[in-house]
Every structure is written in C-alpha cells, then in structure tokens.
C-alpha cells in the first residue's frame, strides 16, 4: 500500500534507515523528520512510502526541489533524491520510477542523489554498497568523489600560531550577526550564506559562528556545532556515531584578500580550541576535499561519497 509522507510514522521510517545503512550512517527519527518534511524544498508529490498489509514499511524514498528558491547557484532544472531505504529493492525501484514520470512532466531533467537543501547525503555512501549498487542499475553516473574527516579534540594543539591582528571569536551580539551577514554576502553568497544564518535562526545562539575579527569587520569564520545544539545540519547529522560528545565544523571560509597568509589556519585552529573547551571530543567536518588542508590539524578522512546523477531521457 502506497503512503505519501502526511501520514509518516517517522519512528518506523528510521528504524527502517538504521536496519539498511551502516552504523556510522545511524540517525533518529527527529532528525529523518527534519531533513525531510520540516525542509521547505521537501517534494510532496515524489516522497512515497510502500507498507504491506500489516502496516510494516517496505520502502521509502525522500525527494527535493532545487534549492534555486533559497538561494542563488542551484539549477532549476534538476531534483534530489535526498533519502531512500527498503527492505526489497524492487520496491524502491517502483517508487523511484513513479518519481521519475512525473519530473519528466514537469520538464525536470536530471536527479541528484543527495547534495540538497538540509542534506544527510553529499553524495552516494561508499561504506553502503545496497544505495551504490541500486543507483547504478537506476542508471546514475559518477562525476566525482567527497569525503567527511574526524578526529578526537582531546589532544588538540595547533600545528602553528594564528596571525597576529586579528581576534578569534565566537560571535556574541547583533553587531557581530551584521558584520557576518556583511561578510557572507560578500564573499560567500549563496549556499554557505543561507546555510549559515539558517543555523543562527534556528538555535537562536550567534555563538554557532566563530570569527575572525579585524577590530569590527568579520574577515574569516567558520559554522561550528556541537551536543547543545538543537538543529544539527551538515556533518553533524551523523551525531549518532560520534558520540554524546560530538563537534562539527564547517563550512568555513576566509575573504579573499586575506587567503594565502595562514588565517584559514589560524581560524580552523582557534575555533577548535573553542570546541574543545566546550568537552568537544569526536569532530566532524564534512563535504569536503581537502584532505591535506584539514589532515595538517589531524582530521583523517571517516567517509567516502561518490557524486552521482542521473539524466532523465525524454
């Protein structure tokens, strides 16, 4: 019996998540719920649920619109298969089908798995070979690879100082939330502008944001959470994996007339210190391949994604 998702039993679903995906892919069903329908790009009309007879989920699928309504860079022209579990993959195909003819009637023309607005996913999971292998029968491509990195805080040092001039911070008022809108408007519009003061609404706490500050003018920061927060996004929604004293960091970002000098350095390292004043202990950064650029503060790589979409023919 097909469901839509108005009458989701969220529990359900994400018992039916943690049976299929890995352990370090392990959410709750607050969460699932988040990132799904409580998302203002959730596409009711392509989420489906598949339970049989005595009300047991067989599949699910989760889909989103481009974010292009959110913030400037996305395609219009394409969907996001943001979710997806079964216990019988010709389920799922069925569902993912359905979705299929009605992007094409809509004149959509290319799905991506995962990269959408409120992500669990930014790309296909390596470590789940069930999700790799039915995106590949479905006929999606790979057009790149991403990864997440940890490590443990409670032997955190800097590998070196942080330039001197600046303060390290995190922000603590209205005037600092108008220095940072400043900022990401001028360096980083768009997703990491949106993301970013998305979070500082939602926990009401400006101190989610670390600064790098040149007297009054934010030129660095960087997106920081931890267990005291109430929306984990990014990286963090892996929590569940990390610990109960778990830390996320990301995205983090400097102006461009300053790059080059070690500020990317020093921030990344004064905002986890930070952290780790807060019992901050496994970190996360996601979405990201910079390997050698996190590695210098000691983060190893956790997971792997591989970018995959797929072209809708006509």
């Not at 216990?87 to 979705?99: F, M, S, T």
């Not at 955190?156 to 911070?169: C, H, S, V």
């Not at 109430?230 to 892996?238: L, N």
């Amino acid at each position: 019996m097909r469901q839509t998702f108005r009458s989701a039993d969220f529990d359900a679903l994400a018992d039916l998540w943690n049976e299929f995906h890995p352990a370090e892919f392990r959410i709750t069903p607050a969460l699932l719920e988040q990132n799904t329908v409580q998302s203002p790009v959730f596409d009711w009309g392509l989420s489906q649920i598949e339970v049989d007879d005595a009300g047991q989920v067989l599949a699910f699928v989760s889909f989103k619109r481009s974010a292009a309504s959110l913030y400037k860079g996305p395609s219009l022209d394409q969907a996001h298969l943001s979710a997806l579990a079964y216990r019988d993959p010709r389920v799922a195909v069925d569902l993912v089908a359905d979705a299929k003819n009605i992007l094409r009637n809509r004149g959509v023309n290319k799905i991506v798995f995962g990269e959408d607005s409120r992500h669990f996913w930014p790309g296909c999971p390596m470590q789940c070979g069930s999700i790799c292998g039915f995106l590949m029968v479905e006929g999606f491509t790979e057009t790149g690879h991403v990864f997440d990195l940890e490590r443990d805080l409670g032997d955190y040092r800097m590998p070196t100082p942080a330039p001197d001039g600046f303060e390290y911070r995190p922000l603590a008022s209205e005037d600092d939330i108008v220095a940072l809108r400043v900022f990401l408007e001028s360096e980083f519009p768009g997703r990491w502008q949106y993301d970013t003061m998305e979070k500082l609404r939602a926990e009401e706490d400006s101190s989610c944001v670390f600064g790098a500050f040149l007297n009054s003018k934010i030129v660095g920061f960087a997106l920081i959470q931890h267990a005291g927060h109430r929306v984990p996004i990014g990286g963090a929604v892996w929590s569940e994996s990390l610990g109960d004293q778990w830390g996320a960091l990301g995205p983090i970002g400097v102006a461009k007339e300053y790059r080059g000098a070690g500020l990317g350095h020093g921030t990344l390292g004064k905002a986890l210190e930070h952290l780790k004043s807060l019992s901050v202990r496994k970190c996360i950064i996601d979405w990201t391949t910079l390997e050698d650029f996190y590695g210098r503060h000691g983060f190893q790589i956790a997971r792997r994604y591989k970018n995959c979409s797929l072209r809708l023919a006509d």
